[in-house]
């Protein structure tokens, strides 16, 4: 079939079909490219968005949707935001798991309309923005790691999983081998923003219902499926080397394939992001197993100790402990907390740390003076290498180091322990020239950014000097210049003007300028332009060319400035290494000093960590309820003591049943005790009188109630899935804290279940157990095994009612008061006395025979009947209200309808009830 030529008008009964505009057609091009991202197309101000982008951009944004032009017949949805507030709607979408591509003009218009009236402006995607590779100060939060996580599988079965995450933000790069059973463990402890996975996962009958889960947690983490290719184990160890450079990975150490795989996957998908920038990522480091302490998620989410199970900061024990003063030191702080460790000795290490901050007082209070001023030099450090960054990231490195020597030279003592001279080493490794060059360059107050010029220092460059005051100071110049002709030709009357056809000229009287005219050629520079009626005009080779230096002397001022910007950048991450190290030491020094700080504020002691499977602590007190009671002027918090070490002549640790009355304080017990390994195996202090912690393997949690509906789990099963983790798992090294196991089921089913748990982890399992229950039965346990001890809440009744001690002792309680709680509770009379008549029933019958019997000749209950309402006559002043057009009210009819209401009001205020 012949096509018509592109000029031959339409058949008539043909629909007439735009053609996409150019501008149009490079859009749909860049789009093409990028078919899984929101495209930010620039246009002038804007980031404009088209077609599907647009309709789902103004959803998640509640912003406008409008229309631009036809396509294919149809109009083309369209919306926008401006580029000064990019940011604020980026940080909208990137936390909805969205991903954008960032497309900028790459040329400026004129010079596009120099190829022609209807050309283009060079435009392509600059970066692509993930959830996981942000790096703009305003999307972050200072106090976390941003995570970019990558899971590899090689092969199938049950092998260990590769894990690699990069946080490209500050450059951590870490990498390591997981148990399929312990991966939501290490994800809930990692926290990654982004996750990659190869697509073939997804349909994994075992860790696709994990990773559909993982876009709903708090906090989301949001799945990128990748086709397998960048997993490929063969050629990952060639593509790391390839991106640091060097022939052989042997210098970083070893790794197996899996781990290479996830590494070489994340690194792959860093640098189809950042396109051509390459973010100054650290050398990966292997986290070997069992060099921290393994944390469930199950019992990081009970334990709340990052964040509480709302998914909020505010009421963890990380926001009850956190006194840091940088950015850096907040997110060490919560890594530490995270992932509490193994090595007594490291762990002594900054215990020697933390007390010696805490007997140096005045050296601790100039250390956090120091540290306040001190910027988060590794994020500023990565935007500048990715060219993502402005005169304040400058700045930034700027101030850290100044920072860092004041803190070298607060840190200047021989008795220093081992982390505080390594962090001082570090400090004192930075180069002098490199602050004394930022110094001379940057000016006091500095830009957002680098197009805004303004950021060098006065004196710093003559030609920018030069260049500024000719673009402030241009009439000042003219001056200056003016007076000098008229000095040099002794004519009073001699001008410098301006006009738009000369431009800048000389002019001096008729008389002045015929002299100077008459003037041998060659004995003056003043060339004649123009003659006037009274006038003559010249220019001189100074003035032609400071008319030119005038004309582009804003742009030359910014290209001076953007190449003192370039040469900074460069000289600052030329020094990367160096810079990195400094910033991790001054977020040690700030981690310590908190620490010390806190020890000293809240009386907490250094606690004895070894290897022997101790657990005693004296007066301990739980750090959360603690300062949520000093906050709101409460009692004191009630310490109590543990002990779950070996008894004398056995060689394992204790387990101790805890009885006692709901509110009595029993979950926070055995949090308490939870909280307080954590702290002492992350080198802090703890809140206790005293403290001796053998080290823990794993720690296990299971206090609450929790269900799983999306999995299709109940309450019930979630809780016997948990209990059977720990069974399973739990050594003689591990801590475990239970909270009424088997209360989700009938009573004899639970007892049975919790009788035999104890049974196994004081036989099988052998670890140091904190077991609270409500089954008293379970107490006799006490009597039969050799490491079961007892323990209580104490409480005293007073008049009928209950008071609670908080106060745990030896023994066992006979009752659980769970009446009078109800009653506290709020719960009805008549309900509370039909609950203590079928509770003395039910007691009668333990001794006497079965509780269905006891209950079978109950009389049945009959609640008093709620009273009923009676119908309400219609109030007569409503009718006059009905009646009532205020529109048509004149001042006297609206008086006059006021003492209509106010008498039909008296009328109903006095009808009989």
């Not at 305003?138 to 092969?155: F, Q």
């Not at 906050?631 to 310490?639: G, I, K, L, N, Y």
């Amino acid at each position: 079939m012949r096509s018509l030529p592109e000029d031959a008008p339409a058949p008539q009964d043909a629909p007439v079909v735009a053609r996409p505009t150019p501008m149009m057609e490079q859009y749909i091009e860049i789009k093409a490219a990028n078919p899984d991202c929101l495209l930010f197309y620039r246009m002038g101000d804007f980031y404009e968005m088209f077609f599907g982008d647009a309709e789902v951009a103004s959803r998640a944004l509640g912003i406008a949707l409008t229309k631009r032009g036809k396509h294919l017949g149809d109009d083309i949805p369209m919306c926008g935001v401006p580029i000064h507030a990019a940011d604020d709607y980026l940080q909208k979408l990137i936390a909805l798991g969205h991903r954008v591509a960032v497309c900028e003009q790459l040329e400026d218009p004129a010079e596009a309309k120099k190829r022609g009236a209807k050309s283009v402006v060079r435009r392509d995607v600059v970066r692509l923005v993930t959830p996981g590779t942000i790096t703009e100060e305003t999307l972050l939060d200072a106090g976390r790691p941003n995570w970019l996580a990558a899971l590899s599988r090689l092969g199938g079965g049950d092998g260990p999983l590769g894990l690699a995450w990069i946080d490209i933000s500050t450059g951590a790069f870490r990498v390591g081998e997981v148990a399929l059973a312990a991966l939501p463990g290490e994800l809930s402890r990692i926290e990654p923003r982004e996750l990659l996975v190869p697509d073939g996962l997804l349909a994994d009958a075992v860790l696709a219902p994990l990773l559909r889960a993982l876009p709903g947690r708090n906090p989301a983490t949001a799945v990128t499926p990748l086709p397998r290719v960048h997993f490929d184990g063969a050629s990952a160890a060639e593509r790391l080397a390839r991106f640091y450079g060097v022939a052989t990975l042997d210098g970083f150490g070893a790794f197996t394939r899996s781990e290479l795989s996830a590494a070489a996957a994340a690194l792959s998908y860093v640098e189809r992001t950042q396109l051509s920038a390459r973010p100054p990522l650290d050398a990966p480091r292997r986290e070997t197993a069992g060099a921290a302490m393994a944390i469930d998620a199950a019992t990081r989410s009970s334990l709340e100790i990052t964040r509480t199970q709302n998914g909020e900061r505010a009421g963890s024990l990380f926001s009850a402990v956190d006194r840091t003063v940088t950015g850096g030191g907040a997110r060490l702080l919560a890594e530490r907390l995270s992932s509490p460790l193994t090595d007594t000795a490291e762990i002594g290490h900054r215990h020697d740390a933390v007390g010696w901050l805490l007997a140096e007082a005045d050296r601790r209070t100039a250390l956090r003076t120091d540290l306040a001023r001190a910027p988060d030099i590794a994020r500023a450090l990565s935007r500048l290498a990715l060219d993502r960054g402005g005169p304040r990231d400058l700045g930034a490195v700027a101030a850290g180091l100044a920072a860092a020597a004041e803190t070298a030279a607060t840190l200047d003592a021989a008795d220093a322990p081992q982390e505080i001279a390594d962090a001082r080493a570090a400090l004192v490794a930075l180069p002098e020239t490199l602050s004394a060059t930022l110094a001379d360059a940057l000016a006091d107050s500095l830009p957002h950014l680098k197009r805004d010029g303004g950021f060098v220092r006065p004196g710093h460059r003559a030609d920018l000097d030069e260049a500024r005051a000719l673009r402030d100071e241009s009439r000042q110049v003219i001056a200056r210049l003016q007076g000098t002709y008229a000095e040099e030709t002794g004519i009073r009357a001699l001008k410098i003007r301006h006009n738009a056809v000369l431009g800048w000229f000389v002019e001096t009287p008729q008389a002045h300028g015929e002299k100077l005219l008459a003037a041998p050629l060659g004995s003056h520079r003043f060339v004649h332009r123009q003659t006037m009626a009274g006038a003559v005009r010249f220019t001189t080779p100074e003035l032609a060319e400071l008319e030119q230096k005038i004309a582009g002397a804003a742009e030359r001022a910014l290209a001076i400035e953007l190449t003192v910007f370039a040469s900074l950048v460069e000289a600052v991450v030329a020094a990367s290494d160096v810079l990195k190290q400094a910033a991790a030491a001054l977020s040690t020094l700030d981690v310590a000093a908190a620490l010390a700080d806190l020890a000293e504020r809240e009386r907490w002691t250094r606690p004895v960590v070894d290897r022997s499977l101790a657990f005693r602590v004296a007066g301990g007190r739980h750090p959360v309820v603690e300062a949520a009671l000093r906050r709101e002027a409460a009692d004191p918090f009630v310490p109590n003591d543990a002990d779950l070490g070996p008894p004398a002549g056995e060689a394992h640790g204790r387990l101790v049943i805890v009885t006692g009355p709901n509110m009595g304080g029993k979950s926070t017990y055995l949090r308490q005790n939870a909280l307080i390994a954590v702290l002492a195996q992350a080198g802090s202090y703890v809140p206790a009188a005293d403290a001796h912690i053998g080290v823990i393997d794993r720690l296990f949690s299971r206090v609450g109630a929790a269900d799983d509906l999306a999995r299709g789990r109940s309450t019930f099963m979630v809780e016997m899935v948990e209990t059977a983790a720990i069974l399973n798992l739990a050594t003689e090294r591990s801590l475990v804290v239970l909270d009424e196991i088997g209360r989700g089921t009938a009573t004899y089913d639970g007892l049975s279940i919790a009788w035999a748990a104890i049974e196994h982890l004081h036989g099988a399992n052998r670890c140091r157990t904190l077991f609270a229950t409500h089954y008293h039965e379970l107490t006799a346990l006490a009597g039969r095994l050799a490491r079961v001890a007892n323990a209580t809440v104490k409480v005293k009744e007073w008049k009928g009612d209950v008071v609670f001690l908080h106060e745990i002792v030896p023994g066992a309680a006979d009752r659980s008061y769970g009446i009078q709680v109800a009653r506290l509770a709020g719960l009805p009379a008549p309900v509370l006395a039909r609950a203590k008549a079928v509770l003395a029933r039910l007691e009668s019958a333990g001794r006497t025979g079965t509780p269905s019997a006891a209950l079978e000749d109950l009389p049945l209950f009959s609640a008093p009947a709620r009273p009923t309402s009676t119908p309400v006559p219609p109030d007569p002043a409503l009718a006059v209200l009905d009646e009532i057009h205020p529109d048509d009210l004149t001042p006297r009819a609206a008086l006059e309808a006021l003492y209509r209401l106010k008498a039909a009001r008296s009328k109903s205020m006095k009808r009989p009830e």
